[in-house]
């Protein structure tokens, strides 16, 4: 068994190292190929935060060897990534298509992440817009939220500014149809911090609708308080009822105390009186349950005791002696 693992974990990290070079190489050959028509001495390399490239799988004997592999080929492709962000001309646009489809469909979930979160940065041109959306339904399907959320933080770029909110209807748009609710809820609490400032009624419609499309009523909840702060009074108002609604609903009586806490604060005084006084009666709930099931374990326990002593009385020779 430990041969076979560690069979499987050469393997995986040669295939790791190949994907990294075949990657690196649509760079290269790009490069090169502008080097013909432009200069590429003159170009300062970009202030780019490096993420390394590593499979996180250490072995005994060669790990020196692998990860300096896997650095210097990150490197090469860190500045030649840099290289093209800073390059113009007919054919980037069909390049970065074409990179894109090769990042998208990087089997290894942090590898993909990884190389679309460094494609993100240097999406430009008339197919920006679409670009972004590949790239969203890509890193959808990223089982691992952190390795998602690589993703999402490196779509920083295209939402400051102030023509961000166009960016954000698309995304928003586009993100309503994605399969995954957590995926969703992820992309909306990416988005949030960009709509300071923003009375764009579209923005909140489109954003609400994203929130319906979410399955977990605990993460809708969520979506809610998020959103509150946003929202003119006569919205703040349904979206409170509906979440409010949602919470005392939830079966999990640990979310629903969870659920109110994140709502309680958008409330007025009075309200937050009247919502805690309720959420009360929940916490006694918790407490009942939790000695619920610990009498139900301790029950099961001395069950299971008795049962084994019943077992071996069979087998035991007891004698009685009287004087």
Sequence with gaps: MVENNSVDIKQNSSDRNKIIKEFNKLF??????????????????LRTEKIAFDNKITTKCGIDAGKRQRHYAYNQLNQNITTVSQLNGPGKEEFIEKALDFACNIQYGDLRAQALSLLVPILDGQKKVEFIEHVLYSSSNIQDENERALVLSSLVCHLRGHDN?????????????IQYGDAKFQIL?????????????????KALELVSGIISEYQRI???????????????EESIEQALELAFNLKDKNLA?????VIIPHLDESRQEEISEKAV????????????????????AMLRRVETLSSLTPHLDVSYSTS
């Design 28 to 45: 290269e050959d790009f490069r090169e190929k502008c080097s013909n028509d432009q200069d590429l001495d003159h170009f300062e390399p």
């Design 165 to 177: 909110e166009e960016l954000i209807e698309h995304i928003l748009d586009f993100s309503s149809h």
């Design 189 to 205: 609490s990416s988005l949030v911090p960009y709509l300071y400032g923003s009375t764009n009624e579209s923005i909140m419609e």
């Design 222 to 236: 969520e979506s809610f308080s998020l959103l509150l702060p946003f929202m003119d009074k006569q919205r703040k």
């Design 257 to 261: 105390l969870r659920a109110f806490s």
């Design 281 to 300: 009666y929940f916490k006694h709930d918790v407490q009942s349950e939790h000695q619920s099931k610990y009498l139900r374990r301790a029950a099961a």
